[in-house]
C-alpha cells in the first residue's frame, strides 16, 4: 500500500508521524547552521516547501522535540551533526501570513495575535527559577488578552516593538541557551499594507521589531526568514549587516526548496505513474533557482494524488487557485501597449530580456511597470537566467501550467485595460491617418513619459527599436489593418496601416537615436524616411487601390519622439 501523500499539511511532525509520503530536505539543516550569516533569508514563489521547511527546523533544533522523526531522513546519518544541534535551542516560531488588516490598526492586532499565541507555548517562564519577578510581569504582558473575546491580545504598542526581543531573552535565561527565532512568511503584512494604503507605518513596525530581535541581540543564536520578495535592506533590514539572503538568483541551497528532476522521479515511480514523467515535466518543470531546475512541489504532489486516485486523468492548473495575485494586478494601471505585446510573446514561447531589481520596497513597486518583471519573475510566473552583465536576465514562462495562468488571466488584465484607454489609442490612429505628425509625436512622447522606464531601453540599439515597434504595435492593437514587418517593395516595412473604407494608407518606419537633441532625432527620422523611399514600402498599398498613402518616419530616444512625414506625392515635415 502506498503511503499518504500530504496534501495541504504544512507540519512536519504531522507529515511523519502520519506515515505520509516526504521528500527529505533535512539538508536544509545544516545548510542553514554552518552557512555565513547569523539571520538567513530564503526566498522562494508560493507554494515551494516553505512553511514545511520552517516547521522541520521547529521540530529538529527545538528543546523537547521528538528525536524518532528524523530517524530515517537524511540528516540522521551525520551523528556528530545531531547530537550537537538536535533538540537543543529554544526556538520561536511565528508565521506573518494571516497578519493583514484593511487598516493599519488591524493588522498591528493580528500581529500582536501572532506573537501572543507563540508566547503562550512558554507558559512554563511563569514560573521558571531563572527569571526574576520583573521578567515574569514582562512575559505576563505579551499574554494578556483583551476582554472582547479574548482578542486581540493586550499588549502594548511599546510591548510588540520588543517582543521577540524579550521572548529570546527569556527563554535564554530560563534554558541557559541561546534561542533561535523562525519567521515565515515575512513579508506578507508589507504586501497587505500596499494594498490597503498603510504601508509606511507597517514597514516602521516590522523594522523595529526585527532590528529589536535580530540585530546585536546577545539572546540569538540565529534566525530563519521565509518569504516570496527580498525587500530592500532600505526598508525593513536597515543596518542589518548579519542578514545573508538566498533567493532566486542564488548559487547556494538551490535544492532545499521545490523538487529536482530525481525527486520528481522517485515520486511518480512510488505511484506507479512513470508514464507521466514528460506531462509533469511539460506543465510543473521550469523553475530556475541559480543554476538549478526545479519543480513546484505543491503542483506536483497534488497531481500525483489527483491522478493515483482517479479523480483527474490529465494535469491541470493547481497554482493559480492557491493563492491571490494582486501584486501582479497592482501593475495593470501603468501597463501600456508594449507590456501586453511582451506577455503575447512570452505566451508564444519566446524569451524577453529585462533586468531584474531584487531589492525593491512595495512603495516602488508599481512607480514603473518596469519593476512588474521583477515581480513575476521574484514569485514564480517567470523563470530565466542572467545574462553576461550580470543583471539582465533572459526571461520566460516556466512551463504550461504558468502558461495557462498568463492567458487565462493576466494577459486579460492588461488588454482589458489597453483597450479601455482607447482614446490615446484613437487619437493616435486618426492621426496616422489624417497625416498628423506633430499629434502622432504629442501623443506619442506623453505615452512614453506616463508609462515607461528607460530602463526598458538598457540594451543594444536593435532592440531598442524593437522595444518601440512593440509599443506601437500595442497601441493600435485594436485596429484590424495593421501588419508588422511585412514584404513590401524592396524589403520589411516596419508598421502598416490601412483604411480600406477610406483608401488610405501609412507606412511607419522606426529609429532610435542615440542623442535626445532635435536635431540628432530629425536626423534619425529624416533616414527612416529615406529607407521606405529607397526600399519602395509603399508599392503594396499602392497596388491594393489605396489614394492616399503617409509615410512617415519615426525617431525616439528614450521617452522622447521625433515624427516626420512625406506623401507620396509631395514633401513636408
Known amino acids: 500500500m502506498v503511503k499518504r501523500l500530504p496534501i495541504g499539511m504544512d507540519d512536519f511532525g504531522d507529515v511523519i508521524r502520519d506515515g505520509c509520503y516526504y521528500v527529505d530536505k533535512t539538508m536544509l539543516i545544516r545548510h542553514v547552521i554552518e552557512r555565513a550569516g547569523q539571520v538567513k533569508l530564503y526566498t522562494r514563489p508560493r507554494r515551494f516547501g516553505k512553511t514545511l521547511n520552517m516547521s522541520m527546523l521547529l521540530h529538529f533544533l527545538e528543546i523537547g522535540q521528538d528525536s524518532t522523526l528524523f530517524a530515517n531522513l537524511e540528516i540522521a546519518r551525520d551523528k556528530e551533526f545531531c547530537q550537537t544541534h538536535e533538540g537543543q535551542y529554544p526556538v520561536i516560531f511565528i508565521s506573518l501570513k494571516s497578519v493583514e488588516g484593511e487598516d493599519y490598526r488591524s493588522a498591528v492586532n493580528a500581529l500582536k495575535a501572532v506573537i501572543g499565541t507563540e508566547a503562550l507555548r512558554f507558559q512554563f517562564l511563569r514560573t521558571s527559577d531563572q527569571l526574576s519577578d520583573a521578567d515574569k510581569n514582562l512575559y505576563a504582558q505579551l499574554i494578556a488578552v483583551g476582554e472582547e473575546d479574548g482578542l486581540p491580545f493586550a499588549m502594548s504598542d511599546q510591548a510588540l516593538n520588543g517582543s521577540l526581543q524579550l521572548l529570546t531573552r527569556l527563554l535564554a535565561k ?22 490597503h494604503g498603510y504601508y509606511d507605518p507597517m514597514v516602521t513596525l516590522i523594522r523595529t521589531i526585527f532590528l529589536n530581535a535580530m540585530k546585536t541581540n546577545t539572546s540569538l543564536a540565529f534566525a530563519v526568514l521565509t518569504g516570496c520578495l527580498r525587500i530592500s535592506k532600505e526598508s525593513i533590514f536597515t543596518g542589518m ?142 523563470t530565466g537566467d542572467v545574462e553576461n552583465d550580470g543583471k539582465t536576465y533572459d526571461l520566460c514562462i516556466p512551463n504550461e501550467e504558468v502558461r495557462s495562468l498568463f492567458v487565462s488571466q493576466i494577459l486579460k488584465w ?160
Open 241 to 382: 549587516n548579519n542578514l545573508k539572503v538566498y533567493s532566486m538568483t542564488s548559487g547556494q541551497g538551490n535544492e532545499m526548496f521545490g523538487f529536482t528532476d530525481t525527486e520528481v522521479d522517485n515520486l511518480l515511480s512510488a505511484y506507479g505513474l512513470n508514464k507521466c514523467k514528460q506531462e509533469v515535466r511539460e506543465w510543473y518543470d521550469g523553475y530556475r533557482i541559480g543554476g538549478t531546475r526545479v519543480y513546484c512541489p505543491w503542483d506536483v504532489v497534488n497531481f500525483c494524488n489527483d491522478i493515483y486516485y482517479g479523480e483527474e486523468n490529465r494535469p491541470i492548473n493547481y497554482w493559480a487557485n492557491s493563492s491571490g495575485n494582486d501584486l501582479v494586478r497592482g501593475f495593470v494601471a501603468i501597463a501600456s501597449g508594449s507590456t501586453v505585446q511582451e506577455i503575447e510573446l512570452l505566451i508564444d514561447g519566446e524569451h524577453i530580456h529585462k533586468e531584474i531589481e531584487e531589492n525593491v520596497t512595495y512603495r516602488d513597486l508599481d512607480s514603473s511597470v518596469d519593476h512588474l518583471w521583477s515581480v513575476l519573475f521574484s514569485t514564480g510566473y517567470l
Open 414 to 573: 492588461f488588454r482589458d485595460k489597453v483597450r479601455r484607454d482607447t482614446k490615446s489609442a484613437s487619437d493616435f490612429y486618426h492621426a496616422i491617418l489624417n497625416g498628423q505628425p506633430k499629434e502622432m509625436e504629442r501623443i506619442l512622447t506623453n505615452l512614453l513619459q506616463r508609462s515607461i522606464s528607460i530602463r526598458d531601453i538598457y540594451t543594444n540599439k536593435k532592440i531598442r527599436e524593437n522595444f518601440y515597434h512593440g509599443f506601437i504595435l500595442g497601441l493600435l492593437t485594436a485596429y484590424p489593418e495593421i501588419t508588422s514587418n511585412a514584404e513590401n517593395g524592396d524589403g520589411y516595412s516596419d508598421i502598416t496601416v490601412r483604411d480600406g473604407n477610406q483608401m488610405v494608407g501609412a507606412i511607419l518606419e522606426l529609429k532610435y537615436s542615440n542623442s535626445g537633441t532635435v536635431t540628432a532625432m530629425q536626423k534619425e527620422s529624416q533616414k527612416a524616411l529615406g529607407q521606405i523611399e529607397k526600399l519602395h514600402y509603399e508599392d503594396h498599398l499602392k497596388r491594393t487601390g489605396v489614394d492616399t498613402i503617409h509615410k512617415y518616419g519615426i525617431s525616439f530616444h528614450k521617452k522622447l519622439s521625433c515624427v516626420l512625414m512625406q506623401d507620396v506625392k509631395s514633401d513636408y515635415t
Open 174 to 195: 530560563h534554558f541557559g541557551k541561546k534561542a533561535v527565532i523562525l519567521i515565515d512568511e515575512y513579508d506578507v503584512p508589507l504586501d497587505k499594507a500596499h494594498l
